[in-house]
């Protein structure tokens, strides 16, 4: 019996390309090679602009990388639509979704709802993904009814009047992707919190000066230089 939770054995198509930070690094190649030509005069300049671009992504991608090999769980349940082929092919994790891919459907059927509540009450899935810009209708349901959160894991695709008039970048959004899927992955605990708090003190970073997103970028560097964040470790938290 097909539903709407299951991959379907249909070609999946998804124009969301850059969800895997690596095509997203083809892209601004293929961007910066173009410049070049049209622009001689400033191909230094485009060539810097994009190398500095594309170390701060290969930076991310790295972190995505840390967090799934240390990961409790490599499944992601989305109660919303699904634009992240290329992500979870990138990092081989895999899904549950309200909805195939970008359907254009409004409602999810009740066999779809009832069987991804069933799937985050048994395997503890403490996270409830929805899209950016949703009405996140279907994943509050899911989180109500299994006493979860919901957190947002962004396509990167669209943007509210607020945040394109604050400069957000694809690479300050997948930086807030990073804090989704630690959580969604590792089930960040007060444990982890204090861990962080400790290893920012022993490196001499002053905690209260720093934003969570900035802790939470150097925090596996951090703890791998530590020698802290092991596999006894993460059971325990």
Not at 47 to 76: C, F, G, M, P, W
Not at 118 to 124: H, R, V, W, Y
Not at 174 to 195: D, F, G, P, Q
């Amino acid at each position: 019996e097909d539903s709407d939770h299951e991959h379907s054995s249909e070609i999946e198509y998804d124009e969301h390309v850059w969800t895997s930070p690596k095509n997203a690094i083809k892209i601004i190649e293929k961007i910066e090679s173009v410049l070049c030509e049209l622009d001689e005069e400033k191909q230094e300049t485009y060539k810097k602009n994009a190398e500095e671009y594309i170390s701060e992504i290969n930076d991310i991608d790295a972190q995505i990388r840390n967090i799934v090999k240390h990961a409790k769980r490599k499944t992601l349940v989305f109660g919303d639509r699904f634009p992240f082929k290329y992500f979870v092919e990138e990092y081989g994790l895999d899904y549950k979704a309200a909805f195939p891919g970008c359907s254009d459907e409004m409602e999810p059927s009740a066999d779809t709802i009832s069987y991804l509540i069933n799937f985050i009450k048994k395997e503890n899935i403490p996270v409830v993904l929805h899209v950016e810009l949703s009405n996140e209708k279907v994943a509050n349901t899911l989180a109500e009814e299994t006493k979860t959160k919901t957190m947002c894991l962004n396509a990167v695709h669209n943007v509210n009047q607020q945040d394109f008039e604050k400069g957000v970048t694809y690479v300050s959004l997948m930086r807030e992707n990073i804090k989704t899927c630690l959580e969604n992955m590792i089930a960040v605990s007060k444990k982890y919190i204090e861990l962080q708090k400790i290893i920012a003190l022993n490196y001499g970073i002053d905690c209260n000066t720093l934003n969570q997103t900035q802790l939470w970028d150097n925090f596996f560097t951090l703890a791998s230089e530590s020698q802290i964040l092991t596999p006894s470790f993460l059971k325990q938290s």
